[in-house]
Nanobody, 118 residues
Framework: QVQLVESGGGLVQAGGSLRLSCAAS????????MGWLRQAPGKEREFVAS????????YYADFVKGRFTISRDNAKNTVYLQMNGLKSEDTAVYYCASGPTRIRWDYWGQGTQVTVSS
């Protein structure tokens, strides 16, 4: 079993920045893909970004390209999401996920709230 714990969410004004972190513990394994997804009130959960084990392959949703950056530190079993230029529509609960690929997530964190005020 793998436990994922997110941190770094909060309230920020439009145009501001936040950095989310996700620490993995338990039976972590090498080779996994890590990612961030989000869910806004009344909407389905949607993909935000993912990063391969080596960090060489990254994917972003179109609505965050150029604003968000995903990174990871395997020595710390931690993945990050740097969010710049935040918009009110970025308001959501952000979830960290781990799995073999970016379309299959086996483990989820509990989520962290990001609220962007306009």
């Amino acid at each position: 079993q793998v436990q994922l714990v997110e941190s770094g969410g909060g309230l920020v004004q439009a145009g501001g920045s936040l950095r989310l972190s996700c620490a993995a513990s338990g039976r972590t394994s090498s080779g996994n893909t890590m990612g961030w997804l989000r869910q806004a009130p009344g909407k389905e959960r949607e993909f935000v970004a993912s990063i391969s084990w080596t960090g060489a392959v990254k994917y972003y949703a179109d609505f965050v390209k150029g604003r968000f950056t995903i990174s990871r530190d395997n020595a710390k079993n931690t993945v990050y999401l740097q969010m710049n230029g935040l918009k009110s529509e970025d308001t959501a609960v952000y979830y960290c996920a781990s799995g073999p690929t970016r379309i299959r997530w086996d483990y989820w964190g509990q989520g962290t709230q990001v609220t962007v005020s306009s």
